[in-house]
């Protein structure tokens, strides 16, 4: 299994989920550096290695065999409220190799969003078509708009196996349970925002981070509509609270069961994606 990572998209709550089902060992971690990534998994096959589960941020090609024919899953977000989070996540000082060009105690939203970092604009489409760096969105140039998201949504429908959205998560565990015969996907809640101290987004911020996003806002929108449908067919509304109330009992019992912040941080220093 190979859970493509795109950053903001309830990744920690979702590994932890995924440790459980395949187990805490055998897994390889993408650290969002490709090249290093495929250099540091060669090492790990001289020393017979077998990997069941990849993690971490890496475009939909990697280059690694094993890893781009393993069956996929992964999470999409609204765009807007994914770049809000991450810039959220930059104003608490989390993104280390932005802590110098953006410390948090003098981060100015609309300078960082006219900075032209690769994270704030589509990147759930250039990871969905990508084969560089996760944030690598060049290829793009030589595609139109309509181009982009049809090759993003076929990459979706035809080579990942099952995906959810952040906002219907709790929707997307059942979906994925009955798919893959998962035993119960119990979890808790982690990452959540700091709360006291909040970014204020103003009306010119919402339209910045929309224009940055026109190719992501798109494919969203197609791939919740069609994801609405499946969920409509597969999970009814006593089951969706029938778990939910198991989940407030059993959550807390299983949920810290496995390290998954230690072994992120191994890979992805300051990542709390």
Known sequence: MRFLHIPKTAGTSFTEILLRQYGDKGHFVFSGDLEKDIERYKRGLDRGEEISLFLGHAPIETGIEDADSASMIT?????????????QHVYEGKSPYLLE????????????????????????????????SFMDGSHLERLSASEAVDMALENLYTRVDAYGLQEYFDESLIHF???????????????????????????????????????????YGKAKIDFMKIVKGTVDSDELAAFRRANTYMGPLIGGGFRVRNLIRRYLPGDKN
């Open 177 to 219: 349970k009955k798919k893959f015969s998962w035993h119960p996907p119990y979890y808790i809640r982690r990452n959540r925002k700091s709360a006291i101290k909040r970014l204020a987004f103003e009306k010119r911020h919402i339209e910045k981070i929309e224009e940055l996003n026109r190719l992501d806002m798109e494919l």
């Open 101 to 132: 060009s953006f410390p948090p105690e003098d981060f100015d939203l609309d300078r960082f969003l006219d900075s032209g970092n690769p994270e704030i604009s589509n990147l759930q489409t250039k990871m969905l078509t990508g084969s560089g």
């Open 75 to 87: 999470f999409l977000r609204d765009p807007v409220a994914r770049v809000k989070s991450f810039c």
